[in-house]
């Protein structure tokens, strides 16, 4: 009886919360649909198999407990190559990932550098998949994305084009009204931020005492993370709180700081997994909101869109990197361009919030925009800029673009893909040399409609008909079936390397990656494809080896998103696990 009175008591107290958030920031709450909802809850990076081991070493007891009880089922899902956060987003948002070739690419035809970090490259991205297919967030919110699913509201995604930012729609007084209307929540995020910044320098004055580390001392450093781990953390779940009251169909989050952290410490390093205890913090704010009577219309998926595998620097265990390797062995005449540097700590949310504060910029008073201004110019020296893309040239460059361990290389002087044939004769001896460098795992490259894949263990083509060969070299990386397809189709793309080049496997190091990192994704081997997701018991959901980002797409949009013409029967809904399981259209 009391704790029915005390639930009640405590509904009416969010009710009242959020509607006086909500009244203040311009938002109206909605009336509940007769369709549920849903809440997808992205981890950055978080690979199936660390997960596992943070839930077994205590990091994530909410999440844990969760799956104790049985309220949600756990399941590996593979995302395919390559495993990068646009590919991924682009099949789960829009059905569609072709042509999306890593993190970055070069496009022969227009001498478009893409970059995953760029927020032109996204939104180019985003119009590219967005054509033809619908948006899974349509009416909805993306909070923290690169690419917006055709979202209503946006806060910090790179890919929105048109869209309202949660900036704009606040009336002038900023997201800040959001924290202000909640005290704690103030006091909590001042006390976090603190303590991150304290620990971190602590442990950095400690490992300068050991002579082999001997870390940068930076006293500004620091805050990059926080404004990740701390900052953006904390406003995101409050965000996703609000729309919760406000009765929205559809809402997307993406908690990246493990990814921005593995990268930088490792997958399974202290530093990393204390980031997983935060978010497990805020995934239980969001489900426990969602267990209230009054807000109990959505269904919470969480999952994450590819993994991670420990890594060795190319340049560190060779001493060059793959673009001087490759200059080296054609001519130091030959111009060459390499595109690898990661990124800065903490550097996409720096880029997120930029973007933030520019939309922002032509809508506050005078006194506001000296603000905004003094904050723009210290958002910009923390953040690399790159050159803007040169027009089309008829040179003779070799460009060779990096995303973890998958490097695409490109022959500029031609607008088209080179075949095999034509490589082996205009660049006598240099597949050789790739496939026989002890840091490359394979080389693949197109001639005609079949793909050759090269290892220092043999060779075989995967073509219309099926595979010439024995594709069973490729056991080292996973499933060889599963991967003689997915480097088909990653090589079949229109923009795509001439040649493309995959990091070998080191047995006690991991997967040789051409960028610096201790943790690295974008191609094959350990637990770089292996992602998870966790779901509601009850869904008629089951995923195989076969299921893809795409395939969820469909089984969202159908059983969530459907149209209006397009108003499917509950024995129709039954069915779409049938089509999960027989696997992704491309491999049929």
Known sequence: MLRELWNKIYEFYLVVKYSLVAERAGFSRRSF?????????????????????????GYMPFLKRLLKRGEYKLSLWDCGLPSTTPAVQAGLLFGNSFDICGFRWYEKDTGLRVEGKNPQSIQAIQCRVAENNEGLLRGGSSYFSMLDGGASLSLFTLGAINRTHLFQSLRGTGVMVLFLLHPWRVIRVIGLSLWEYLRTNLRVALYSLIPSLRPEFNLVRPLGNILVNVVFREMQTYACLVDIYRGIPAIYTNYYGYDEIAHQTGTTSGEAFRVLKGIDKQIKQIVMMCSREGFKHYDIFILSDHGMAPSLPFKKAFGYTLG????????????????????????????????????????????????????????????????????????????????????????????????????????????????????????????????????????????????????????????????????????SFPHSGDIIVFGALDSKRGVVTFEDQKAT??????????????????LPLRITPYTRAEDLYHFFKDYYRPSPKEAILEEEIAAIPATLQSGSPRYR
């Open 521 to 538: 994704h974008g191609g094959l081997g350990g637990a770089q494809t292996r992602a998870f997701i966790i779901y509601p018991a009850y």
């Open 33 to 57: 649909p007769k369709k549920r909802g849903f809440i997808i809850i992205q981890i950055d990076a978080l690979a199936y198999d660390y997960l596992v081991k943070a839930l077994q070493w």
């Open 324 to 491: 001087e390797f490759i200059s080296a062995n054609l001519g130091e005449e030959t111009p060459m361009e390499e595109a690898r540097e990661p990124e800065k700590p903490s550097e996409t949310g720096i880029r997120m919030l930029l973007r933030e504060v520019e939309n922002v910029e032509g809508r506050v008073s005078r006194a506001g925009l000296r603000m905004i201004r003094f904050l723009k110019r210290m958002l910009v020296k923390h953040i690399t800029f790159e050159e803007a893309p040169s027009p089309p040239e008829s040179d003779d460059r070799v460009v060779v673009s990096c995303s973890g361990p998958l490097a695409h290389i490109y022959f500029t002087r031609y607008r088209r893909k080179l075949n095999l044939s034509e490589i082996t004769r205009l660049y006598p001896g240099l597949v050789e040399k790739l496939v026989e460098h002890p840091g490359v795992g394979l080389v693949a490259v197109k001639e005609g409609n079949e793909v050759y894949v090269f290892s220092k263990k043999g060779s075989f083509a995967l073509g219309e008909k099926g595979a010439k060969g024995d594709f069973t070299l490729l056991e080292p990386f996973g499933d060889p079936e599963i991967l003689g397809q997915e480097i088909k189709r990653l090589a």
